[in-house]
């Protein structure tokens, strides 16, 4: 099995638990799902990276300053289904890579990942979710 270079910007399948499952007492995500690695850095010299990702979602969002849709033909470029997507800028999951959520994306083999994501959408993206950081409008799960 083989994993790909976690790389910001790049779109994985993940199982990414939501700061209500946290706090419901959950330690376990309720579904996997497109994912967009935000950062991704080396931790120490055992190689372990250290990956922040940040979830696609079909549902709107209440706020919406907390999400960034996703054009319809990125969607189409990453593989995505017909609905519309929103990354959300004030939910993230952190984790050591691949670690222990990482999930094959199905009907594609042993695949990962989706791809990229467009370093204009992904410079939103990250802006969004800075913004939100510096704010405290944000939740980060840590899930090692």
Known sequence: ??????????????????????DGGGEE????????????????????????????????PKVTDDSLEIPPQVARSLGLDGERHWLRLDELNRFSWPGYDLRPIPGRGNRYDYGMLPSDLFETLKAGIVERQR??????????
């Open 135 to 144: 704010s405290k409008k944000g939740r980060t799960q840590e899930r090692d």
């Open 1 to 22: 099995m083989s994993f790909p270079r976690p790389k910001p910007g790049l779109v994985i399948r993940y199982s990414f638990l939501w700061s209500h499952e946290k």
């Open 29 to 60: 995500a309720g579904k996997d799902r497109p994912c967009a690695i935000i950062v991704a850095v080396r931790k120490d010299e055992q190689g372990d990276i250290r990956t922040l990702v940040a979830p696609i979602t079909h549902s709107p």
